[in-house]
């Protein structure tokens, strides 16, 4: 009865491997004990896969031994112990942070505010990629910068100091209210510098921290007067995220 239904799982195991897998492709095969093989994968049954490596030699691996089988990125280059690092592509990039700084306008105080935001673009080496970014940003009021994004990487290595500058145009949410408040906001010209560490890990994606500095203009046009304020927005930024 155990062999049996060791024979099973073994097989339901196998079944779910391939299930998304086609013979005569490039795949990276991970094992249990956290090393890789990168090869061709020419054939399986119910207990084991067949590997060709690239100087042509044939592996048969049994499937106890293997973790999981995913696909040869080939925008990816491969580090000790399977960890892979982007050097071209497209790439994704989640991130959340903080907005520490003074108050804007006359008021001599601290405020902390957040961002979130998305990006998408594509790396055309170690040192330079550019992408379009989209955030959601709380002052005392809130925007949403539309901008570029140019970043690069300093190091081949898992972990890296990065660079990026972030530049465009921020809406305010006041901008999109059909009942205005007495003081409505105006957005205008986002920037924002930074540096940072990427972690690369072995699931092809890395763990970003960064800190920068954000410079939001605004205006705020003043119902009781004719007058327009002109206010810049000065923070301290502080994020992490997922490069993907």
Known sequence: MKKSLLFLLCSLWSIFIFAQHELNQQYLVYLYDGSFLKGELVGEDEQSIQLKMINGEVLNLPLTLVQKISANNKNQVFLKNGITIQESGPYHIISGGILLGQEAGFSDGY????????????????????????????YDKSFIPIYLDFRGYILHRATSLFYSVDAGYSFAFDQF?????????????????????????????????GIGYRFQFAKRKNTWSEFTDEIIYKRLTLNMGFLF
Do not use: C
């Open 111 to 138: 405020a902390m505010g957040v961002s979130l935001s998305y990006i998408y673009g594509h790396q055309f080496n170690q040192y330079a990629a550019l992408g379009a970014g989209i955030s959601l940003d709380s």
């Open 177 to 209: 209210k059909k009942n205005k408040d007495d003081n409505p906001y105006k957005g205008g010209m986002m920037i924002n510098p930074g540096l940072g560490l990427r972690f690369a890990g072995k699931q092809n994606y890395s763990f970003l921290m």
